[in-house]
């Protein structure tokens, strides 16, 4: 352990090293090659309301990266776009999807004039955003009045944590305290095995400095107010009890389904549902069936 305190590194020592997103096995930092389908809740999901619409569905990924997604919403036949803070990921995928359709987030506004997306969907972004109050009223602004959307995104206290593959650390609060705990896990063996090449408390700075500066673990609850006080209306429950099911493959009683769909958004995954207020009592009544 003294060790490891004696060795950490200055502020300005740290900026020498690589950025966590830049290891080799980040998918984002190659150039686009084929259409990338999402995990399979969010494109059940997109069916479902497609099949309820009607027509073709104006769609927006949030956080698109290189635009995978999106040219596989584009083959489905939806009329797609993506968005994203990453000029680099965006000049990765732009070939393939095509110009025009992957864009840049400028000073916190999309580029797209009012009520021009039926869907927004987005597949964990919402961790990554320090702020979500100018996220959730620019989606409301960019969505028409009737837009829908599905946000997928880890819990806050799911036990390990998805980027760093790490137990609990994103439990602890930011700093030193966090820094330590990376240590001795990865010193141990545990976590991502990115940066295999430099020492464990080269990997705990580079580890911990993502943590501290590119996540932000809040409560469901939390995340729900946002999107409420922006317009909308949010529905955690239906989408997370079809997930469970599709999972277990067992409907079970609803006391129990209840139970399940529960521990799974808090302790696992989160599927956030924002919904048009005037359609939220309706839409609770939808069963999602896998097609």
């Not at 998918?27 to 389908?37: D, I, S, V, Y």
């Not at 137990?167 to 896990?185: D, M, N």
């Not at 079970?252 to 919904?275: D, H, K, Q, T």
Request: glycine share 8%.
């Amino acid at each position: 352990m003294m060790m490891l305190m004696r060795g950490t590194r200055s502020a300005s020592e740290a900026k020498k090293l690589p950025d966590f997103n830049s290891h080799k096995s980040h998918l984002k930092n190659e150039t686009l090659t084929r259409a990338e389908a999402p995990n399979a809740t969010i494109s059940w999901w997109l069916s479902d309301v497609a099949d309820r619409r009607g027509t073709q569905l104006k769609v927006l990924d949030l956080g698109c990266g290189r635009g995978g997604r999106v040219a596989w919403l584009l083959e489905q036949g939806f009329d797609a776009y993506g968005l994203e803070v990453q000029p680099a990921y965006v000049a990765r995928g732009q070939a393939y999807v095509g110009e025009g359709r992957l864009r840049l987030i400028v000073e916190g506004r999309y580029p797209f004039e009012d009520g021009f997306f039926d869907v927004v969907i987005s597949d964990q972004v919402l961790e990554h955003v320090e702020q979500l109050d100018p996220l959730c009223h620019e989606v409301r602004r960019v969505v028409r009045a009737d837009g829908v959307g599905l946000h997928v995104f880890p819990a806050k206290r799911i036990v390990r944590e998805p980027h760093l593959e790490l137990p609990f650390v994103h439990w602890l609060p930011k700093g030193w305290t966090r820094w330590f705990a990376i240590a001795i896990l990865l010193k141990a063996g545990r976590g991502a095995a990115h940066f295999p090449d430099l020492g464990t408390r080269d990997r705990a700075t580079i580890f911990s400095r993502y943590s501290k500066d590119q996540t932000y673990y809040r409560s469901l609850r939390k995340i729900s107010r946002e999107w409420r006080r922006a317009g909308f209306e949010v529905d955690v429950q239906r989408v997370t009890r079809a997930r469970v099911s599709e999972q277990l493959g067992w409907s079970g009683p609803s006391v129990f389904m209840r139970a399940a769909a529960w521990a799974y958004r808090n302790f696992r995954v989160s599927y956030l549902e924002i919904l048009p207020k005037s359609t939220f009592e309706c839409s609770r009544g939808v069963k999602l069936e896998r097609k």
